[in-house]
């Protein structure tokens, strides 16, 4: 049974910073892609940054030169270092793990972890 648990969010003010985690059990890690996505209210929900197992990352255009995604496979855990918050980026943030299941993917998701950005 997969499971992921975020942490890290909060209330912080504008142009602050803070780091999530996402702490995985239950599948083998390393080999999977892992990703942060958020979902304002009334939003739909949209991929932040992703990285491979191989450590390639990608991000949406309105977070690059801002945010970072880092992984540690030692320690099951991905990272969304978020610096410089602007008011916009107040949302629920969700850690996505992809598993390769025969010729498809599977995604688990977190529960979340709220980010309020005040101006």
């Known amino acids: 049974q997969v499971q992921l648990v975020e942490s890290g969010g909060g209330l912080v003010q504008a142009g602050g910073s803070l780091r999530l985690s996402c702490a995985a059990s239950g599948s083998i890690f390393s080999i999977n892609a892992m990703g942060w996505y958020r979902q304002a209210p009334g939003k739909q929900r949209e991929l932040v940054a992703a990285?491979?197992?191989?450590?390639?990352?990608n991000y949406a255009d309105s977070v690059k030169g801002r945010f970072t995604i880092s992984r540690d496979n030692a320690k099951n855990t991905v990272y969304l270092q978020m610096n410089s918050l602007k008011p916009e980026d107040t949302a629920v943030y969700y850690c996505?793990?992809?598993?390769?299941?025969?010729?498809?993917?599977?995604?688990?998701w977190g529960q979340g972890t709220q980010v309020t950005v005040s101006s």
């Open positions: 996505r793990e992809r598993t390769e299941v025969g010729v498809g993917v599977k995604d688990y």
């Open positions: 990285i491979t197992s191989g450590g390639s990352t």
